[in-house]
């Protein structure tokens, strides 16, 4: 014994645990005790034997087990902690007791369980007891089985989830075992009672005999609902009614029915376990279903219906499946195979329920049509089919399919059609068949049972009578109103047929309906009423509370009671009373009327009516309306009157008396009387005849207000406005209109017919006559107080100036709201509640959206255009999208059908090339405003994909996908998204990304909500799971989501949905749960009557599906969510304005208040107090690399004292939300509290700094957005950053500016621009400078940037500390190892060429030898930059030497600052070739020297006064452009106008396109008013070319850039159109245009015609027609000699540049053809010699020859026919024009002119005196075979003054040729001084024709004087101008020559580029150029400056030598200086002489 007694003293737990098993039984004995005694449930002496229940379960002791299970079941009752222990003990009971042979042992161990169950851990218990079920010991798996059952006849099928057990059960049914299938069987019965016939589908395969026998014991089952019994902890509430009611005695069934909700049915569907079918299909599935023969064809669909007879299938892509069968039962001939494919499609239906949904649409249709077949299988089959179908989906979704196929022709459709509506409606309820469903249907029906064939007629019946069953009388009357009385008994007669599908639901509604007709008729007691339902109540199990409830006929949440039947039913028939009597009146005849009216009117009366007298007439009138004043309504018999008033003379009536009694009466009537639709028509159309009258229109308009009253405002508008439209008077149309516009005021807009009204009003638009078009506008705006802008998408297609009016008027009725009705309410208000009034008001909207005409791009969706889509090659891919956006552009409102393309764009969603990804959402985004709320059948299959790519990584593609879920979100409203497990689905994925986004997009949505499906439910275990994600983002995101979720689904059943998680998840859940619970904000009530009326003035709230809460969610996002969230976190919640309810918990509310005050205090003197401190160093100075923490907590002390103690929390709170938080309140006070912004100055950058330093790219932005506002206001109030502020700020602020991300750059540059406002350039320099030894790169680049933009903005003055220094510190930068480094360092070392010129080099010292090389070419290359931008081939061209002509000393003069000029160009025009994209401020275009980066001129001393700028500006009212506040500088440039128009013209070139667009804006302004257009004068040239060079911008750089939004280009494109066509409708201005910048421009005009680029833009063909408009323009009205000129010029380039397109020239030509045909009528305004000159030049580089190789005939021809239209205008005359042609030989020109000549003479046949001269010389120069002739003709021409040295050269070529030839005679005759000239004139040519060989030069000046210029020692030949023999000349002859000398000397004041370049008598043919354009912009820029080095490394190219340029000469540039100089003496000594 003695060990006895050792385990006696051990501790109970030990003894439990001891090897002995007497101890053992001894523990678990006290054990047991212990366990009974322990009062609380929480005590820790429960932990102990937390480990060792498990071994009391599976004692291997049988006595000891037994105790053991005792005591295990007491601890398990009793222990809080017990649940922990449920996995290991049941496995223990199931394993360890259930095969014990003990009875008592299996009772202990089920009863364990039992009490797991009851302590919630049932799932657990469920999972052990199914595992044991595998068990090979079948006594194991009875007792699971008994167990089981024990549990779901306690607790119900609601805690013991069946589906699980269903699983398993046949194969218990299959075991050897009889005591398992016996258990299986009292299982099977105990599951029958819970769910009935649900688990029939489940057991059809078992063994028949078992079948039978379950069958038998089913039969037995008690049909009373059985209960629970037992139940959880959590239900005690439930468990003490029980017990209440047990002790009450009896089943007292009906009071418990409300909490317990009886037992909810069970679907069958949901036991069942899901098939995979897609797999299983015939591989040759697809080929055989397409096969020819139909035995194939047939095999094919038996496999299917084989496989969908599973009743439940697994979801999957049946797509193709479904297409296939869709297009069997489409097009296939064979109907059994029709038959058979519906039935396919009916069990995929089926087997899928709502994942069929997506397909619905696609296959509805072909059923619908399909129906025409008659044999009764196919019909039967097909019906099956469509009724399968549309359970999977909602009547909402295949509406449109449904009423598309109601028209029909064919009359079975429409009857089978009227019965799928009819079955249809059977499973709607009250709420799933709204009134705009009800509406269209019902319309469509009342067609049906007005059809002809019978058949039709019945089903349409049927239809409507369902819907009256479902919906109720009250829903459908209305639309019923016109139905005659036989009908209606008809209608309701089938109503009272329909059985509903809703149990329950349907008798209730059943009652509901019976009450209703009884009382409509007896208004009276409720006694037969409440019988009748009693009566049913009875009948039914259910409890009669129901009943009671749905009495009334009024739902009950209208919140009135349920009153008594009779009142509730009087409610519908007040509303429609009087009217819904009168609506039948038939047509009386009028005999009857007469009868009628003699009763009521005296016989004198009635006699008199047609008397010939009209004071007779006058009398009668005055007795009528006496007599109808006095009669009762019940006894007027309207329709007898009015028809007595329209007897003759009626309407026709001539005096006006009569007629205005008459009119009065007739509204009299209308107003006592009950005023039918029939009388009505009597009476309208003499009165709308009378409504333009002047004496009668009042009454007339009073009469037909009344009858708008009696017969309701749509139908007496609609009738009166067709009456006036159909007349021709338009004093009647105008008033009609303008009676209905004040109607639609006094009654509303509800029920009004859009539609009819709009092809109305669009007539009266376009009326002749202006009152009618005014009435019109003014209706219309009436209209948009109740539609709202919608309605403007029908006149889109108006004329553009009806269309600024239309708008205008709608810009009145802006904010202004529709007044409330005030007439026609008292008919309607009566009985119709809240609802009706919100319903009416909505439908208004989506009116105006069904009305839209939608195009049906079906057909566009080809095959071809989805092979597209899917292409393997992505570029492929990408045409298909641009495809489609093109087609719904075209449409723009379209119809659901859209065949294919669902499928393709949903496979484009996942695309590997993420831009598809973006195009494809965009394209959905299209898509859904384009289609309107019928996108909604694509929810499913496109809208939830969009859904999953919310997941995306980029950030970009996300935003997108947001944007287009909200697109749709808007069109479809949410309860499709929610509808269904798809969403859950998405939440499930354990995407981060998906996860917020989707998160946070239902936070903003579902608040708006009123009611979601239940549905929603299934995304909370999702939910849960994200509270607990590792991603900080989705917690957040779903702890804000938890409020909204619970709003709608509640606490209970959110709490209820944590017992699946872990325990300690569940306890974390549940707090937040709990915390939502207090934040949880009410569901938004329904929008007040008001409200809902007038929101807005435009009532935007009628697209906005949930009520107008969405509206300001959907709006302002960015505010709405953060106020959202504020609600928890008690933040700025003063600022959520959400409709209708209150966001604030009451906690925050306190919070609140404190917030009020303002968030900086000023404290006296504190700043400066901060300052001392960090200067004795008391405090530490702010400088660090990443701040620590003592500057952070020192930041917060300093903080403290001066900023609001909730601020400073959110400021320095560690989440970065709350940073952004702060920013956001700090932008907002920023205004309010200026002062203490500048006290805490220090401070707020101080903590600015530390946001830098964040890694969060929002807070970033939010902060430099908050410095740009920051700096913006210090500027406006002057103030001055201190040295401290700007030390503590500046270094950190640079260290940003190498930010990777643009945006920020961009952002940071701008800043520092601001801050040189307020803070001197020349300090921030060294700032700058630290800056750029970063080791940033991308930091060093953009520093370096920023200097040269000081530089030049403030000039060399800003280098500190001195320039020197600083040049050489960024000259080091020019060999970084970084490209954009050195670039940025070239480039700021240029713009300091720019503004200091050659000294650079001396600043910089010694570079090294590539890094000098670098820079020189740098400069080279900015000063050629800019020529043209598309660079002429010089190459191509014979390259044009110069002889140093008067032209090189301005060159040399103008070099340094020509360079500069040209440099800023270059900047403005592409930035620096590398570093374009990071230089935004290099595009500005200056021409007056006065660019800098947004073009302010910053100023280095901030403190000057601020000028006003308005008096300055006064000459001009140019808007001074809006870019920012314009420093004092500005107006020392701008004192006069020009300077002003010179500024606002160069920012027409710049490179941001907001600044080119307000200056071109700026530009128009000034040439519309005729008085400031001259202002423009003199300045066309230099707008010209600031206008193409922006072309040229748009050509190279914008067009190519990706980024940049087209629109953006399209807008820009078009103010440059815009503002020229205006220019040049201005003939003054137009015609100051030169040649040269002509040319240019027509340049940039045509290439722009020829971009594709352009053609591909969504407005690209209205620009390049807008083009076209202004090249005609500009041909018309210019100077027409210098387009010409221009033209010519054009021509010869182009065609001389290879690389030009052939498209060019021909452009080029076809403006030549119409010059051409101007002409005639410009002959006279044209300088026909430069026109001449031109051509002659152009001859000469394209001799007949070489034209004739060009590819096109075109250029020879325009050529000639110029000519010839020429010859022909000018006649012989023209050969005088060609005086400016030096030497008419080198073109073909005379000769061609003479060949014209000649040409015209012969067919004239006869010729004026002045052509006899020009006739006999072309004779002699024919007839070339008499050398006496020929000699004459030359004589002649060295005779004549113009032609001399033509003459002279032609006579040197013809000695030459006939030496032998003797031209003595014809010297003989003339005087000596001709002799010696001549003689003079060969030798000349000869020395200089030998010396040829020698020159290389093209002398710029005549040959004549060649020798003159140039000095003896080169090797030109030299020879005096004096005559070689010594003998002196006489200076008369010299008189011609002295004058071209002088021009071309540069001595006249001749403009530069009318002179044609002047080219010596060279065999290669020089190239004339036009003085382009750019040139004249140097000269305009440059003031010419001496710089003789630097001409010497300028390698200019030739193309721009013109104006400014010298080509290689081979004299020196000092000696040809000095020619000149030489030159001018001798010239003016010639001048002197001649005096």
């Excluded at 014994?1 to 001894?26: F, T, V, Y």
């Excluded at 028509?681 to 009253?709: F, H, P, R, S, W």
């Excluded at 998906?994 to 995304?1019: F, N, T, Y």
């Excluded at 030509?1709 to 410009?1722: A, D, Q």
């Amino acid at each position: 014994m003695g060990d006895d007694s050792e385990w006696m003293k051990l501790p109970i737990d030990q003894k439990c645990e001891h090897k002995l098993w007497k101890a053992r039984l001894n523990g678990y004995e006290e054990a047991l005790k212990l366990f009974q005694k322990i009062d609380d449930e929480k005590s820790p002496e429960w932990s102990k034997y937390l480990g060792l229940i498990k071994k009391f379960v599976t004692d291997s002791n049988a006595v000891a087990q037994l105790k053991g299970l005792e005591a295990a079941l007491a601890y398990v009752e009793n222990a809080h902690v017990a649940g922990k222990t449920t996995g290991e003990v049941a496995s223990g009971v199931v394993n360890k007791v259930f095969n014990q042979p003990k009875a008592r042992a299996k009772e202990l161990g089920e009863d364990i369980c039992l009490m797991y169950i009851e302590i919630e851990k049932g799932e657990a218990i469920q999972e052990e007891l199914l595992k044991g079920l595998d068990n090979k010991n079948p006594k194991i798996i009875v007792a699971c089985i008994e167990t089981l059952r024990k549990a779901l006849s306690e607790f119900g099928s609601k805690i013991i989830s069946l589906k699980p057990i269903i699983k398993v059960l046949p194969k218990l049914f299959e075991s050897r075992e009889k005591a398992v299938r016996d258990e299986a069987k009292l299982l099977a019965v105990e599951i029958y009672r819970w769910i009935r016939d649900a688990l029939r589908p489940p057991l059809q395969n078992i063994n028949s005999v078992q079948l039978k026998e379950l069958e038998e014991e089913w039969i037995k089952v008690s049909s009373a609902a059985p209960k629970q019994t037992r139940f959880l902890r959590s239900q005690q509430e439930l468990k003490a009614k029980f017990e209440q009611q047990q002790g009450l005695g009896g089943d007292a069934d009906g009071g418990d029915d409300d909490e317990e909700e009886a037992v909810p049915q069970v679907d069958a569907y949901e036991l069942l376990e899901a098939v995979e079918i897609l797999s299983k299909l015939p591989k040759d599935f697809y080929e055989k279903i397409e096969a020819k023969k139909w035995q194939e064809r047939k095999e094919a669909l038996e496999a299917v219906e084989l496989l969908v007879k599973n009743p439940k299938l697994e979801s999957g892509d049946y797509a193709d499946l479904v297409k296939a069968l869709k297009k069997v039962v489409g097009k296939d001939t064979n109907v059994m195979l029709v038959a058979l494919a519906a039935k396919c499609l009916a069990g995929l239906a089926t087997g899928l329920r709502k994942k069929f949904g997506q397909y619905a649409g696609h296959v509805v249709p072909t059923i619908l049509e399909k129906f025409k077949e008659k044999k009764p299988q196919v019909v039967q089959a097909l019906q099956e089919a469509i009724d399968a179908i549309f359970l999977t989906t909602t009547l909402q979704n295949i509406s449109e399919d449904i009423l598309a196929v109601m028209d029909n022709k064919n009359p079975t459709i429409k009857q089978q059609t009227s019965l799928f509506i009819a079955r249809s409606f059977r499973h709607c309820t009250p709420s799933t068949l709204p009134k705009s469903l009800l509406k269209p249907f019902c319309a469509a029906l009342l067609k049906h049972i007005n059809d002809s064939a019978p058949e039709v007629r019945d089903a349409g019946f049927e239809a409507l009578g369902t819907a009256l069953k479902v919906a109720g009388e009250k829903a459908v009357n209305p639309f019923l109103a016109d139905v005659d009385k036989l009908k209606l008994d008809r209608i309701k007669e089938c109503a009272e047929k329909v059985e509903l599908v809703y149990g329950k639901k349907a008798g209730g509604a059943a009652e509901k309906k019976e009450g209703k007709p009884i009382t409509g008729k007896t208004t009276a007691v409720p006694g037969p009423a409440g019988d009748k339902e009693t009566k049913d109540a009875a009948t039914k199990p259910g409890p009669p509370k129901k009943a009671s409830a749905v009495k009334g006929g009024v739902p009950p949440k209208k919140g009135k009671p349920a009153m008594s039947a009779g009142t509730g039913g009087a409610g519908p028939k007040g509303k429609k009373g009087p009217e819904t009597k009168e609506i039948f009146e038939s047509e009386l005849s009028i005999e009857v009327c007469e009868e009628k009216a003699a009763a009521v009117l005296p016989a004198s009366c009635i006699q008199q009516l047609d008397s010939g007298n009209w004071k007779e007439r006058l009398a009668c009138m005055e007795e009528f309306q006496k007599a109808v004043e006095l009669m009762e309504r019940s006894e007027m018999p309207c329709q007898a009157l009015v028809r007595m008033l329209a007897k003759k003379p009626g309407w026709k009536e001539t005096n006006f008396q009569v007629m205005q009694m008459k009119l009065h009466i007739v509204a009299l009537i209308a107003q006592k009387g009950n005023f039918s639709k029939t009388s009505a028509q009597v009476v309208l159309d003499g009165l709308v005849d009378k409504v333009g009258d002047v004496k009668c229109g009042t009454n007339a308009k009073e009469a037909m207000t009344a009858i708008a009253e009696a017969c309701q405002l749509p139908w007496t508008a609609e009738q009166v406005v067709a009456m006036a439209f159909s007349q021709k008077n338009p004093k009647n149309q105008s008033e009609t209109l303008n009676w209905l516009s004040n109607a639609i005021k006094e009654f509303g807009f509800s029920g009004l017919n859009v539609k009819a009204f709009i092809s109305n009003v669009k007539t009266a638009l376009a009326a002749t006559n202006p009152a009618v078009r005014t009435s019109a506008i003014t209706l219309l705006g009436v209209m948009y107080l109740y539609v709202g802008p919608s309605l403007r998408m029908f006149f889109e297609d108006e004329k553009p100036a009806l269309l600024s009016q239309i708008d205008a008027e709608f810009e009145k009725m802006q904010g202004q709201t529709a007044p409330a009705p005030t007439r026609g309410i008292s008919r309607h208000s009566v009985g119709g509640g809240d609802d009706g009034e919100e319903e009416e008001q909505e439908e208004v909207g989506n009116d105006v959206v069904d009305l839209l005409p939608r195009t049906d791009i079906g057909d566009k969706i080809t095959a071809e255009l989805v092979s597209k889509i899917g292409d393997k090659n992505w570029k492929i891919r990408k045409e298909g999208l641009d495809e489609v956006t093109s087609i719904i552009n075209e449409a723009k409102f379209i119809q659901p059908n859209i065949g294919e393309l669902p499928a393709a764009l949903k496979g484009r969603l996942n695309d590997s090339n993420k831009i598809l990804v973006q195009q494809t959402l965009s394209i959905l985004q299209q898509l859904a405003t384009a289609m309107g709320p019928n996108i909604k059948q694509y929810v499913k299959n496109l809208g939830i994909p969009v859904i999953t790519v919310l997941g995306d990584s980029k950030n970009n593609v996300r935003a997108a996908a947001l944007a287009t879920v909200n697109a749709w979100a808007e069109q479809t409203g949410m309860k499709e998204w929610l509808e269904g497990e798809d969403l859950s689905e998405e939440l499930k994925k354990e995407n981060p990304f998906l996860r917020q986004e989707l998160l946070g997009w239902l936070a903003e949505k579902l608040p708006a909500l009123r009611s979601v499906p239940s549905d929603l439910l299934l995304c909370v275990p999702h939910l849960y799971s994200c509270l607990e994600d590792r991603n900080g983002d989705v917690r957040k995101k779903a702890q804000d989501a938890l409020p909204f979720f619970m709003m709608h689904l509640g606490f209970e059943k959110m709490a209820k949905a944590t017992g699946k998680l872990k325990p300690t998840s569940k306890d974390q859940v549940l707090a937040m749960l709990e915390k939502a619970k207090a934040n949880m904000p009410a569901k938004p009530a329904p929008p007040a009557k008001a409200s809902s009326r007038v929101v807005g003035g435009a009532a935007p709230a009628k697209f906005q599906p949930a009520s107008a809460f969405a509206d300001d969610l959907g709006s302002n996002t960015v505010e709405s969510k953060p106020d959202l969230k504020k609600a928890k976190a008690g933040g700025l919640s003063s600022k959520t304005k959400v409709q209708g309810k209150k966001v604030l918990s009451k906690p925050s509310l306190k919070e609140d208040d404190d917030k009020s005050g303002p968030i900086f205090i000023i404290v006296p003197n504190g700043k400066e107090q901060r300052m001392r401190e960090e200067k004795a160093l008391k405090v530490l100075k702010w400088n660090f690399t990443t701040p620590r923490d003592e500057y952070i907590e020192q930041l917060k002390t300093q903080m403290s004292t001066c900023v609001a103690k909730w601020l400073q929390d959110e400021m320095f709170h560690a989440d970065f939300q709350h940073h952004n938080k702060a920013l956001s309140v700090m932008i907002e006070h920023l205004e309010s509290e200026k002062d203490g912004v500048i006290s805490c100055l220090d401070l707020i950058l101080k903590w600015l700094t530390l946001r830098f330093f964040d890694t969060n790219t929002s807070v970033l932005m939010k902060a430099l957005e908050y410095l740009k506002l920051l700096f913006n206001l210090l500027s406006q109030e002057e103030y001055h950053l201190t040295e401290n502020e700007a030390s503590s700020f500046i270094p950190y602020l640079i260290l940003k500016v190498g930010e990777p991300k643009d945006v920020i750059r961009k952002d940071v540059r701008a800043i520092l621009n601001r801050m040189c406002l307020i803070y001197p350039a020349s300090k921030m320099f060294p700032f700058i400078m630290e800056g750029t030894k970063s080791k940033n790169s991308k930091q060093r680049a953009e520093c370096l940037e920023e200097l040269g933009c000081l530089v030049e903005s403030y000039g060399m003055n800003v280098c500190q500390p001195t320039p020197g220094k600083a040049l050489k510190e960024m000259a080091t930068h020019i060999g970084d190892r970084d490209n954009t480094v050195r670039n940025a360092a070239l480039n700021t070392i240029v713009t300091v060429y720019n503004v200091h010129g050659d000294q650079v080099f001396k600043l910089i010292g010694n570079l090294s030898e590539k890094d000098m090389s670098m820079l020189e070419e740098r400069i080279k290359r900015s000063a050629k930059r800019p020529s043209s931008a598309p660079v002429r081939q010089a190459e191509e061209k014979p390259p044009r030497t110069q002889s140093i002509s008067a032209n090189a000393s301005m060159m040399r003069k103008g070099q340094a600052e020509d360079m500069s000029s040209k440099l800023n160009q270059n900047r403005n025009m592409g930035g620096h070739s590398e570093t374009t994209h990071t230089v935004p401020r290099e595009f500005q275009l200056d021409l007056d020297e006065i660019e800098n980066d947004n073009g302010t001129v910053r100023c280095e001393m901030p403190a000057l006064v601020q000028h006003k700028l308005d008096d300055i500006f006064e000459p001009v009212l140019i808007p001074e452009p809006k870019i920012r506040a314009v420093s004092p500088h500005f107006d020392d440039m701008h004192s006069n106008t020009a300077s002003t128009i010179n500024f606002v013209i160069s920012q027409v070139a710049s490179g941001d396109i907001n600044t080119s667009i307000q200056a071109l804006t700026q530009i128009d302004e000034v040439l519309k008013q005729e008085d400031k257009a001259e202002a423009m004068s003199g300045h066309i040239d230099q707008f010209l070319i600031a206008t193409f060079m922006q072309l040229r911008l748009i050509y190279n750089t914008h067009m190519a850039d990706e980024k940049l939004d087209k629109e953006e280009i399209v807008r820009l494109y078009s103010c440059i159109i815009g503002s020229m066509i205006t220019l040049f409708q201005i003939e003054s201005l137009a015609r100051e245009a030169s040649t040269g910048v002509l040319k240019d421009l027509m340049h940039g005009l045509i290439t722009l015609m020829l971009d594709s680029r352009v053609e591909d833009l969504e407005e690209g063909e209205q620009v390049i027609r807008s083009v076209n408009l202004l090249v005609v323009k500009v041909l018309e009205k210019s100077d027409q000699t210098n387009i010409l000129s221009a033209l010519l010029v054009l021509l010869q380039d182009s065609l001389l540049a290879t690389a030009s397109s052939p498209k060019f020239s021909e452009l080029v030509m076809k403006c030549l053809w119409r010059m051409v045909r101007l002409l005639p009528e410009t002959i006279n305004n044209i300088n026909l010699d430069r026109i001449l000159l031109d051509i002659h030049i152009f001859m000469k580089v394209f001799p007949k020859e070489k034209l004739k190789q060009c590819k096109s005939e075109f250029p020879i021809r325009t050529l000639k026919t110029l000519l010839h239209t020429l010859c022909k205008l000018k006649g012989p005359k023209i050969l005088d024009h060609l005086t400016m042609i030096d030497n008419k030989n080198e073109s073909e020109l005379e000769a061609h002119l003479c060949r014209l000549m000649k040409h015209t003479m012969e067919q004239t046949g006869k010729a004026d005196k002045d052509t006899e001269k020009g006739a006999s010389r072309i004779e002699e120069k024919a007839s070339k075979a008499k050398v006496n002739d020929i000699l004459a003709e030359i004589f002649k021409k060295i005779g004549s003054k113009e032609n001399t040295k033509e003459g002279l050269a032609e006579l040197y070529e013809y000695k030459k040729k006939y030496s032998d030839a003797d031209i003595e005679p014809f010297l003989k005759n003339s005087s000596q001084f001709f002799q010696s000239y001549v003689e003079r004139g060969l030798r000349l040519i000869e020395t200089e024709r030998e010396g040829k060989g020698r020159i290389a030069t093209s002398t710029g000046i005549s040959s004549q004087m060649e020798g003159t210029c140039v000095p003896a020692s080169t090797h030109t030949v030299s020879s005096s101008i004096g005559n070689t023999n010594g003998e002196e000349v006489g200076p008369s002859v010299y008189l011609e020559r002295l004058k071209i000398l002088r021009q071309r000397c540069g001595l006249d004041n001749a403009k530069q580029e009318d002179r044609p370049p002047l080219t010596s008598l060279l065999s290669k043919p020089t190239l004339p150029t036009v003085a382009s354009s750019t040139d004249m912009l140097h000269s305009k820029l440059s003031q010419l400056r001496e710089s003789r080095e630097q001409y010497q490394h300028l390698d200019l190219d030739s193309n721009q030598t013109h104006s400014s340029g010298i080509g290689t000469t081979l004299a020196s540039p000092s000696s040809a200086a000095a020619n000149i100089d030489d030159l001018k003496k001798r010239l003016e000594r010639i001048k002197s002489s001649r005096k």
